[in-house]
Structure formats: structure tokens, C-alpha cells
């Protein structure tokens, strides 16, 4: 089982929806989570972390944790074109240094 | 904020040389790095950690002899690619904790190409 799983889509959705991500995790212990943005041919841009249950909202992106189930969603609100990217999930196992990375979700938001 | 710096951003060498990838922490210390490698259409996968002082503790099945890491200071980490063959072409990406939170900030990656 891996550490990380994402659905790796792709996910479409028409501009001004919301997409719906979604990253589930194997170890309980895991402490922080993270959702990165990757356009094609670069690196990972940090878009969100989160620590705790619950939402977490910055602008029009949503985080939200759920530990007893072990997942993390990212929502994006009002979609545009320039979110189409592949969205990473990132999980801190447990205090240690190490990320593991979900296999990332390609989403394309239809003008 | 943090900024990762990496260069080159790409590189196309020969089959059989060495190719050095230099990973630099421009406004904080970074005692810890880390070397990704993604092939395309694939996720980051984690290749080794960079410790500073001491030897980088490599991923199952990345060979050591043949990606040489160092990390000399706390601002500089190297990963270089010894003997370089086709198969190593693809898009290595370092990253170093910021220290701010317990995120990571990732530099801009570099696409080598061994033709």
C-alpha cells in the first residue's frame, strides 16, 4: 500500500465550477498535509497545508482534513483555466523530515 | 520568502560523462535537503536526503555510487550524476525545509537530457 494515493484523473471540470481533489493516506500518525500545484515542466508550488480536522480556506481554495478517515481534499472554487495543473498531495509521516507525495491529480478546467 | 535556487535549469550531455546539479538556500540555512527525480507524466519520487556534514541517506533502489550528493555547507547541496546514461534523463527537483513551517520550498528543478 502506498503511502499517498490520489486519483491521478484526469479530472475536467468547465470554468467557474469546483473541482474536487481528494488524497488519502496510510499512517495514522501522519501530522501535516500539504497540496502542491505543478504546471507541465516545472516544480511543485506550495498552494496549501493543513494540520488539523476540519476546513482550512485560503481564497478560493479549500482544504479539508479528516483524520479518522485519512484523507485530504483540496476544493478551488470558481475554477479558471489557469488552475489546470497536476495538484499533489504531501504527507509529513508521522515528526520526521520526509515527505511522500501522491502519484498527483492532472485537473483541466474547460474555458 | 524562502527561495530554493537550482541551476541549470537544464543540461544535455553525453552518454558515459558526469553532470553536477547544484541546489542553493538563498535566505535561510538549510540543514536538510532533499533530491527528487520525476519522469514524465510520473510523480516526484524521492531519491535521497541531504544532511549537512554528514552522508545522504539514499531512497531503496537509488544508487549511491552513481548519484553522489554533498552537502558542505548550510546553504549548498550538490547531486551529481556519474557516468550518465539515457535512462537517467528526466527532472530532478531539490527541496529544502524552510524552517518557517513544515512545509518544504522546491527549486526549479533541472531536465537533464543524456543523449
Known amino acids: 500500500q502506498k503511502e499517498v494515493e490520489q486519483n491521478s484523473g484526469p479530472l475536467s471540470v468547465p470554468e467557474g465550477a469546483i473541482a474536487s481533489l481528494n488524497c488519502t493516506y496510510s499512517?495514522?500518525?501522519?501530522?501535516?498535509f500539504f497540496w502542491y500545484r505543478q504546471y507541465s515542466g516545472k516544480s511543485p508550488e506550495l498552494i496549501m497545508f493543513?494540520?488539523?480536522?476540519g476546513d482550512k480556506e485560503d481564497g478560493r481554495f479549500t482544504a479539508q482534513l479528516n483524520k479518522a478517515s485519512q484523507y485530504v481534499s483540496l476544493l478551488i472554487r470558481d475554477s479558471q483555466p489557469s488552475d489546470s495543473a497536476t495538484y499533489l498531495c504531501a504527507v509529513n509521516i508521522r515528526t520526521g523530515n520526509q515527505f511522500y507525495f501522491g502519484t498527483g491529480t492532472s485537473l483541466t478546467v474547460i474555458p | 520568502g524562502a527561495v530554493v535556487s537550482q541551476h541549470p535549469s537544464w543540461v544535455i550531455c553525453k552518454s558515459g560523462t558526469s553532470v553536477k546539479i547544484e541546489c542553493r538556500s538563498l535566505d535561510f540555512q538549510a540543514t536538510t535537503m532533499f533530491w527528487y527525480r520525476q519522469f514524465p507524466k510520473q510523480s516526484l519520487m524521492l531519491m535521497a536526503t541531504s544532511n549537512e556534514g554528514s552522508k545522504a541517506t539514499y531512497e531503496q533502489g537509488v544508487e549511491k555510487d552513481k548519484f553522489l550528493i554533498n552537502h558542505a555547507s548550510l546553504t549548498l547541496s550538490t547531486l551529481t550524476v556519474t557516468s550518465a546514461h539515457p535512462e537517467d534523463s528526466s527532472f530532478y527537483i531539490c527541496s529544502a525545509k524552510t524552517g518557517m513551517y513544515y512545509g518544504y520550498t522546491f527549486g526549479s528543478g533541472t531536465r537533464l537530457t543524456v543523449v
Open positions: 499512517d495514522r500518525g501522519s501530522q501535516s
Open positions: 493543513i494540520y488539523s480536522n
